[in-house]
């Protein structure tokens, strides 16, 4: 990992500053879950409750329901790839978008101009791995906090591929 992240603004520093405090904390789990989705498909996947940061409303398919499952979540971009990270916010286990993902690969994705159907697979290869875990660090550096309050588990980094 290299300390290497691209220019950010006062507003994007600031942001990013409040995502990682406890009151962030608690906005990104308890409020932003329930504005985003709104938000999102009211602008087409261009605008959430931390604009610019990058978010999209990914829907997967129920590991044991069978029904689809809508969330907002953060992503980083690799070429024409989107980068996704099961970090749960550092809790202990994986959370459950991600168990969706292992059982059914097929997500739909609102993001702008990103929107489509994509086929989800976690990044095995650590070289690749680490390239695309510093891409999404790049996009929140939030995530490291989050890769030490999980220390006990490594934090799956997910490739979503156009389908």
Known sequence: ????????NLYERSLERFGR????????TRVAPRIDPPLLRL??????????IPVMLLTTIGAKTGQPRQLP???ATDG?????IASNYGRPG??????????????????????GT????EIADPAERAKAWDKAVD????????EIKASHRTIPVIRLVRA
Do not use: C, Q
């Not at 602008?43 to 610019?52: C, K, W």
């Not at 994509?118 to 697979?121: E, I, L, S």
């Not at 996009?139 to 989050?146: K, Q, S, T």
């Open 1 to 8: 990992m290299t300390g290497d992240r691209r220019p950010m």
């Open 21 to 28: 405090s406890s009151a962030g904390l608690r906005f990104v």
């Open 43 to 52: 602008s087409g996947g261009r605008v959430s409750s931390v604009y610019p």
């Open 73 to 75: 979540l953060l992503y």
């Open 80 to 84: 024409d790839s989107l980068i996704v």
């Open 94 to 115: 994986h959370p459950a978008w991600y168990r969706n993902l292992v059982a059914n690969p097929t997500v739909e994705v609102l993001a702008g101009k990103r929107s």
């Open 118 to 121: 994509y086929t989800a697979a």
């Open 139 to 146: 996009v929140y550096a939030g995530y490291r906090d989050y």
